[in-house]
């Protein structure tokens, strides 16, 4: 006996069971017995002349039996048939009488409700719906914006940021008189603007162990919109155990990745990344840089799946990681897999709780990062107005710039050689050993790279340049633009 499993809008042809098992030596076979159990089914999946028809998928476990050997596919005492259609029209379930659109909602929502995927039951379920973005920032604009236009009836937002002049390049909830606002703030008013009938829930905390699940709980799913690869792992690791699909997405300079993590029997992020990269080998937007119009894309990608996965229509995101090229201008699709062995959502799950994901992913304690504001100099560093005077005494040392030429052009210290971090390696042999060494960079995390190196090779004077050249255009040179 193989197990069917039923999508939501063609329950109705199976007496409202999820699941239904049904015997049969082929996937052919099962197929046929599920039908002359259920006959109304029949005519929804199958052609007059007995063929599947083409907007059905039907996968055996998680493989499309497409790509097996389609109706001949073998299928075993056990195996898991999905009929996955691509488009399904109509409803299901009536949502509850208090999601009732009213007259002015009605006139509101009539460009969805003249769609018949969507309709006025549609629009009650985007109306009963409970959404969690988790950020406000790049990806969290677009999709606080359209999730508001769309009838999402509540949305929760985790932020504790607030709007910085940088971001107003691509994070389009916000505005220029915004900077210095709560991001929570600033993105609730704009998406309140848009409709007033939304219900927001600011959550003005980062994201941890200790509260995800609590958070998490209330909403139907979570729409991950998070930087940083502590957090990606904590709303995935909190969505498996909770069960609610994590609709993912990620951009980096002219490139983006999308998929649903997490969803009925689909892969999860650690299935796809058991582990994160190692940490500063995978550079953050503010390190890397961003297309503005990226996180646009992605983000509506995003707010498109979560929209789909609530009104229970078309072929959701899942399995797949769809990676957009906006340079080449080119979709890609990959297979994700589950992975059996996922500590996760594997057979022999060895994550049943939150962990501490700072650690997990190496992230420094907060304790040995720098202060954002008093800056500490520690031995084998140097702050920006010591090395002014420096300057301003004639002392005779060597100042080196580890950032790359474009940013050079920006912006640069008077003096300073420019050897990028990628070439440095290179140029050690090019120093003398007793020279007074001063290295620099955007914020001092290359140039704390560049002095090990050097460290490493014995040379006994070398310092780092505490905060980069941002400290020297807020400490020494004002007139200096910031990137
Ligand atoms: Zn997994």
Redesign the pocket.
Known sequence: MAKVLIPTPLRQFTGKQDAVTAAGATVGEVLGALTSQYPDLRKQIFTEEGKLRSFVNVYLNDEDIRYLGKDATPAADGDTLSLVPSIAGGSVAAPPEEVALTKEEILRYSRHLIIPEVGIEGQQKLKAAKVLLVGAGGLGAPLGLYLAAAGVGRIGIVDFDVVDFTNLQRQVIHATPDVGKKKLDSAAAKMQAINPALRIDKHEVALSSENALDILKDYDLVVDGTDNFPTRYLVNDACVLLGKPNVYGSIFRFEGQATVFAYEGG??Y??LYPEPPPPGLVPSCAEGGVLGILPGTIGLIQATETVKLILGIGTPLVGRLLLYDALGMKFRELKLR??PE?P???DHRTITKLIDYDQFCGVPQPSVQPPAQETQVNEGEIDVVELKAKMDRGDKFVLIDVREPHEYRICNIPGAQLIPLGEFPRHVAEFDKDADIVIHCRSGMRSAKACAVLKQNGFPRVRNVVGGILAWADKVDPTMPKY
Do not use: M
């Open positions: 892969p999860c650690r299935c589950k992975n996922c996760v959502c594997g």
